[in-house]
C-alpha cells in the first residue's frame, strides 16, 4: 500500500490551477514550492511534454534532472504517456542525475580536465566511477599512509586525527561547496571560503548573543559559556571562562569575543588541507577512479575552462526536481548547462533532510540571492551566464492528494518544534515561509495519537494488535473506508538500530512484519559469525570474542562458553575446521567456507561475499584489514539497499530517510526518545568546515609544559557555540515522517519522550504491552532480496576478477594467507634494501633468489589493463610483486607460497595483465612473467594469454 514516488498524481487526469499554470508556464526562470503530496512528478513530466511537443524542440534541447536513478526511469515513462515520444526516441535524452550528467561529460570530454587543476594524469573512456564507500575508505586509509611518509611536516596535525578517513568527508565536502584544489593553489580563488566570512559569524554570534526576555535574562550564549572548558584540554594560551563571559551580572558575552575568537592563524592547516586534497585527486586518478564529488568536480572545471564546449552542450530548457537535495556544485552545473533564462527548479525546503549527502537547503530556501551570487561568480573572468536572472516566478503546488486535513495541520507543528529544552524557536518568521497545504479529500477520519511505555517494542507490537481490524482506525480504499490490515501499516524511525531491535522482538512472537531501505550488511548474522572466524585464525587478544560467538551460534550457555574460554581445548569440530581455514589461501575461500559450514545461502550471504571479493579484487587487503573492515562497518552501520516488498499482509519498518518519496495509510513513528531524536552525539571531525567560520581544527597536539599532548582547541569549542543550532533538518526530517501517512499518524516512545513529542500538541499516553502470537500463512514472509548496485560508468576488475577462486578450497596442504603474506613482506623489504633475516625455507629461497638479480627491482607496482569488452569499457588493475628491469629486459616476478602448482593456470591469467601493461610501459625492451614458488625455489616462465583471450574471459 505504497506509493512508488514522493507525490502522487491526482486521481483524475486533469490538473488543477496550480499545476495548470506550471504546466503552461514553459519560458522563464521558475522557483516552485511543492509540497508533500502535491503531484510534482505528474506536474513535471507533464511540463516536460508541453514543452517538447513544440515545433522547434527536441528532448534533446531539455534537461531534466532527478536525484535517483529510479526517478528517472519513471519520469520518462510517465513522459511517453503524456507525448506523443516513445521510449526508443527518450532512452538516450538527458533525463538523468546529475552524477550520470557528469559522467557521460566527462566520458565524452574529460580527457583533459585534470589538466585544468594542473594535475597530469587523464580521466579516460577506462575510468571507473567508484560507488563503494568502504572500498574508497580503504584506498583513503592507503593514500593517507603514504601521504604521512611523505609530508613530515604534517605530522602534529595527523596526529591529531582519531580517523584519517574523516579527511575524505572533509574534501567531499568541499567539493560539493566548490572549494577545489590546484597543483599550486586553490582553483579560482576559492581559498578565502576556507577563511569564512567575518560579518556573517558577528551576524550569528549577535544572535545567541542578544539578552533574553527584554533583557532580563542572560543570552543563550553567556548561558552556554558556563559549561566552557568543562571536560577539556585547553593550550595554556586559552582565555578562562570569566574572561570570555564578561563581568559578574553580565547579560551578554562582551563584543569583543567575536573577534577574538574568529581570528585564528590557519595557514598550516589550509596548507595541509589543500596537499591532501589534491594529492588523494592524483591517487584517484592514478588509481583510475573518480567518487562523485569528484565527477561533479572536473565536470564544473571543464565548463568553467572550455567556453567552446560549454557553449555546445547548453541546453534551452532546464528542470530540475528535487532542488531542495542539490549542492551548491550542482546549482552552478545547472547555470553553466543553461543557454537561456528557461529554468525552472522544483522541490519542497520542507524537506530537505539530505545535508549528509551535501544537500544545501539555502538552494531553495534562497534561491534568488544565490542566482545572482553564483552568476556573478561565474562571470568574473568570463562571460559564461548571459541569461537575465530576473524576473524569478514563484508558483505554489497547494493540493495535497495524500493525508487528511487533520494530519496536514498537525504536520505543520514539526517544523517549530523545539530540538531541546533550552532551544529558542522563531515560530513566527518559520510559518510565515510555510505554504499551507489542502487536502483533496474529504474525508477526515485521522486519528493522531501518541504512546509510551519502558518496552516501547512490545507497546508497538501491542498497538499494531489493536489497530488491525479495527474500524476506528479505518483506512480509505478506492472511496469507501475498510478496517485496516498489517500492509497498511509503516512503523518508520530515526535510526536503523531501532528498527533492527524492533524487528527482533516481533520475530519472537512470529510477528508478520519487514524491513525495506537498507540493511547494515555488516551486522546481519553472516557477517558477525565470518567476523567471528576471522578474529579467531587472527588470534591474539580478539580471538576469545570470536570465539564466544562461535560457542554461542553452536548453542552453548553463557556458562559453558566462560567455562571453555578459560580452560580449552575447544571442542574438537570446532579446532578442526579452524585448520580447515587456515590452509584456505584466499579471503574469499574462507568466506565461502564458512558459509556453506553454516548453510547460509539465501540473497545476504550472496552480497556479503560479493563485497568482499570486491575488496579483495580493489584493494590489497590483510586478514587484519578484513577483520578492520568488517569492524568499520558494524560500527558506521554501512548499508546496503533492500529491494523486497514487505509480504502479502505485513508491518513496514523503514528509516525516515528511506521513506522519503513513499505514502502509508497508517504511520507509527517510533523511537521519539530523548537523545534518540534528534540524536545526541559528538561535534563532528577533528577539522570542521563552514561556510561562516571557514575550517578549523578542534584538536591540536602541542609540547607545552614538555609533556606533547593533543589538545583542545577553545576557539573552536566558543564557536561551535555562536552557531545556529543543528536541529532545523532534525525537525524537517520529523516533518516528513508525519506526512508520509494517508489516513492515521501516530508516535510511540520508551520511558523519556523527546522534546519533539512533549511540544506536540497530542497527550501521550501509557499502553502495557500485551502482545500475542500471530497466526499467519508462509506466503505472508518475503525473503530479503538484496540489490547490489551496479555502477553507471566503467567497471574496475582486477586479475582476480578472471580468476576462478574455488581452486583455492580444495587445497588440504596449503599453508594459508598469514604465512603467504610474511612471506611477500619479506619480499618486499628486502628488495628494498631493508635490513631483514630470512625466518623460514621460503624466505632463505627467496633471498637467494633476489641476490642473483643485477637490474632495477621494482616492488609492488600498480598496474591498470583499459579492455573494450561487448562495446564497454573496463580497467582490470593489480599489483606486480616484482618487476626486474635491465636494459634490455624486464621481468615479471610473482612470488608464490603454494606446495603445490594446482592454481598454475589461473595465476596464468594474473600475470598475463600485468604482461601487457609492462609490453607498453618498455615498448623498446623483451617482457616476460614468471612465477618463483617460494617453497620449490623454482621458477616457471608463463606463456601470457592474448588480450583477445582476457576479453573472452571478462565477457564470460
Known amino acids: 500500500m505504497t506509493s512508488s514516488t514522493d507525490d502522487t498524481a491526482p486521481a483524475a487526469p486533469t490538473p488543477n490551477e496550480g499545476q495548470q499554470k506550471l504546466i503552461e508556464s514553459t519560458d522563464g526562470l521558475y522557483l516552485v514550492d ?68 557528469c559522467s557521460d561529460l566527462l566520458d565524452q570530454h574529460g580527457f583533459h580536465a585534470p589538466s585544468y587543476l594542473g594535475i597530469d594524469d587523464a580521466i579516460t573512456g577506462s575510468t571507473q566511477i567508484l560507488e563503494n564507500e568502504t572500498i574508497e575508505r580503504e584506498y583513503f586509509r592507503e593514500f593517507i599512509g603514504r601521504f604521512g611518509d611523505d609530508h613530515d611536516e604534517y605530522d602534529d596535525l595527523l596526529r591529531c586525527l582519531s580517523e584519517p578517513a574523516e579527511l575524505l ?16 593553489g586553490w582553483y579560482r580563488d576559492s581559498r578565502d571560503a576556507l577563511e569564512g566570512e567575518f560579518d556573517a559569524f558577528k551576524d550569528a554570534f549577535d544572535e545567541v548573543n542578544r539578552p533574553r526576555n527584554d533583557g532580563s535574562k542572560q543570552s543563550t550564549l553567556r548561558s552556554s559559556l558556563g559549561r566552557y572548558g568543562k571536560n577539556k584540554c585547553y593550550l595554556p594560551d586559552a582565555p578562562d571562562r570569566d574572561e570570555l563571559r564578561g563581568e559578574y551580572g553580565s547579560k551578554a558575552v562582551p563584543e569583543a569575543v567575536a573577534e577574538q575568537v574568529f581570528t585564528e592563524n590557519r595557514d598550516h592547516l589550509i596548507e595541509f588541507v589543500h596537499d591532501v586534497y589534491v594529492e588523494y585527486l592524483e591517487f584517484a586518478l592514478g588509481r583510475n577512479y573518480l567518487n562523485f564529488s569528484f565527477l561533479q568536480l572536473f565536470a564544473f572545471v571543464l565548463c568553467c575552462e572550455d567556453d567552446d564546449l560549454r557553449e555546445s552542450l547548453e541546453f534551452e530548457y532546464v528542470m530540475i526536481d528535487e532542488f531542495q537535495d542539490s549542492s551548491e556544485i550542482q546549482f552552478k552545473l545547472a547555470l553553466l548547462l543553461s543557454g537561456t533564462d528557461n529554468v525552472c527548479v522544483v522541490g519542497d525546503w520542507k524537506q530537505s533532510i539530505y545535508s549528509f549527502q551535501y544537500a544545501a537547503v539555502e538552494n531553495i530556501t534562497d534561491f534568488e540571492a544565490r542566482l545572482e551570487r553564483f552568476a556573478e561568480a561565474l562571470n568574473d573572468d568570463s562571460d559564461r551566464i548571459s541569461f537575465p536572472l530576473a524576473p524569478v516566478t514563484r508558483i505554489e503546488l497547494e493540493q495535497n492528494y495524500r493525508s487528511t486535513q487533520s494530519i496536514l495541520d498537525f504536520s505543520e507543528h514539526a517544523l517549530v518544534a523545539p530540538g531541546s529544552k533550552r532551544e529558542s524557536v522563531d515560530t513566527d518568521s518559520i510559518l510565515e515561509q510555510v505554504v499551507s497545504l489542502r487536502s483533496n479529500t474529504e474525508r477526515d477520519q485521522s486519528r493522531i495519537e501518541a504512546f509510551q511505555h519502558a518496552d516501547e517494542h512490545e507497546a508497538i507490537l501491542t498497538k499494531i494488535q489493536a489497530i488491525v481490524g479495527n474500524d476506528e482506525y479505518a483506512v480509505e480504499d478506492d472511496g469507501e473506508l475498510r478496517p485496516p490490515s498489517f500492509e497498511d501499516i509503516a512503523v518508520l524511525t530515526r535510526t536503523r538500530d531501532f528498527g533492527r531491535e524492533l524487528l527482533s522482538a516481533a520475530e519472537d512472537y512470529e510477528f508478520p512484519m519487514a524491513y525495506e531501505g537498507g540493511i547494515e550488511l555488516f551486522r546481519t548474522d553472516q557477517a558477525k559469525l565470518l567476523l567471528a572466524w576471522l578474529r579467531i585464525l587472527e588470534g591474539g587478544p580478539a580471538a576469545d570474542r570470536g570465539w564466544a560467538v562461535v560457542l554461542e551460534r553452536a548453542g552453548y550457555t553463557l556458562d559453558e562458553i566462560d567455562s571453555v574460554l578459560e580452560r580449552e581445548p575447544y571442542p574438537d569440530a570446532m579446532e578442526q575446521f579452524r585448520s580447515e581455514l587456515e590452509a584456505l589461501e584466499t579471503h574469499t575461500a574462507v568466506t565461502r567456507r564458512v558459509f556453506d559450514r553454516y548453510g547460509y545461502d539465501g540473497a545476504t550471504a550472496d552480497v556479503v561475499l560479493t563485497t568482499i571479493q570486491s575488496l579483495h579484487s580493489s584493494t590489497t587487503m590483510t586478514r587484519g584489514d578484513l577483520i578492520r573492515i568488517i569492524e568499520d562497518g ?32 497508517i504511520v507509527i513513528l517510533g523511537n521519539m526518545n530523548s537523545g534518540a531524536f534528534p540524536p545526541s552525539g559528538g561535534a563532528g571531525g577533528t577539522i570542521t568546515y563552514s561556510e561562516t567560520t571557514g575550517l578549523r581544527q578542534r584538536k591540536c597536539y602541542d609540547d607545552a609544559h614538555s609533556d606533547p599532548h593533543v589538545y583542545d582547541n577553545w576557539r573552536a569549542d566558543v564557536l561551535r557555540r555562536c552557531q545556529p543550532t543543528e536541529y532545523d533538518e532534525e525537525r524537517r526530517l520529523l516533518y516528513v515522517a508525519m506526512t508520509r501517512a494517508e489516513d492515521h499518524l501516530l508516535f510511540a516512545a520508551g520511558e523519556e519522550p523527546n522534546t519533539f513529542l512533549e511540544e506536540l500538541p497530542v497527550e501521550i499516553e501509557t499502553v502495557e504491552p500485551d502482545v500475542s502470537s500471530v497466526a499467519i500463512d508462509e506466503t505472508t514472509h518475503t525473503r530479503f532480496s538484496i540489490d547490489v548496485p551496479a555502477s553507471p560508468g566503467p567497471k574496475g576488475y582486477s586479475p582476480h576478477s578472471l580468476m576462478d577462486d574455488s581452486i583455492y578450497e580444495d587445497v588440504s596442504d596449503g599453508r594459508g594467507m598469514e604465512f603467504g603474506s610474511r612471506v611477500h613482506e619479506f619480499a618486499e623489504n628486502y628488495a628494498l634494501g631493508t635490513d631483514v633475516t630470512p625466518d623460514n625455507d621460503d624466505e632463505r629461497n627467496v633471498k637467494a633468489f633476489l641476490d642473483e638479480l643485477s637490474g632495477e627491482l621494482l616492488v609492488e607496482e600498480r598496474a591498470y589493463l583499459p579492455l573494450e569488452v561487448d562495446g564497454r569499457q573496463l580497467t582490470l588493475s593489480g599489483v606486480i610483486d616484482l618487476v626486474h628491469v635491465t636494459d634490455d629486459s624486464v621481468e615479471i616476478v610473482d612470488f608464490k607460497t603454494d606446495q603445490s602448482r594446482h592454481a598454475e593456470s589461473e595465476y596464468r591469467v594474473q600475470l598475463s595483465v600485468y604482461y601487457h601493461v609492462l609490453e607498453e610501459w618498455f615498448s623498446d625492451r623483451t617482457v616476460s612473467a614468471s612465477l618463483f614458488y617460494t617453497a620449490e625455489d623454482t621458477r616457471v616462465r608463463i606463456e601470457p594469454l592474448s588480450e583477445s583471450e582476457l576479453v573472452e574471459l571478462a565477457d564470460s
Open 34 to 101: 511543492a509540497g508533500a503530496g502535491t503531484g510534482k512528478t505528474f506536474t513535471v513530466t507533464h511540463r516536460y511534454a508541453n514543452i517538447v511537443a513544440q515545433d522547434d524542440v527536441e528532448p534533446d534541447d531539455i534537461l531534466l534532472i532527478t536525484f535517483t536513478r529510479n526517478a528517472a526511469t519513471e519520469m520518462k515513462d510517465r513522459i511517453v504517456a503524456s507525448c506523443d515520444y516513445g521510449m526508443r526516441a527518450l532512452n538516450d535524452a538527458p533525463i538523468q542525475t546529475f552524477h550520470s550528467l
Open 169 to 184: 568527508d572533509l574534501i567531499n565536502t568541499l567539493a560539493a561547496k566548490g572549494v577545489f584544489p590546484t597543483s599550486d
Open 634 to 665: 558494524v560500527e558506521n552501520g554501512y548499508t546496503q539497499e533492500v529491494q523486497a516488498p514487505a509480504g502479502t499482509d505485513s508491518v513496514t519498518v523503514q528509516t525516515i530517510h528511506s521513506v522519503k518519496g513513499l505514502e502509508h495509510p
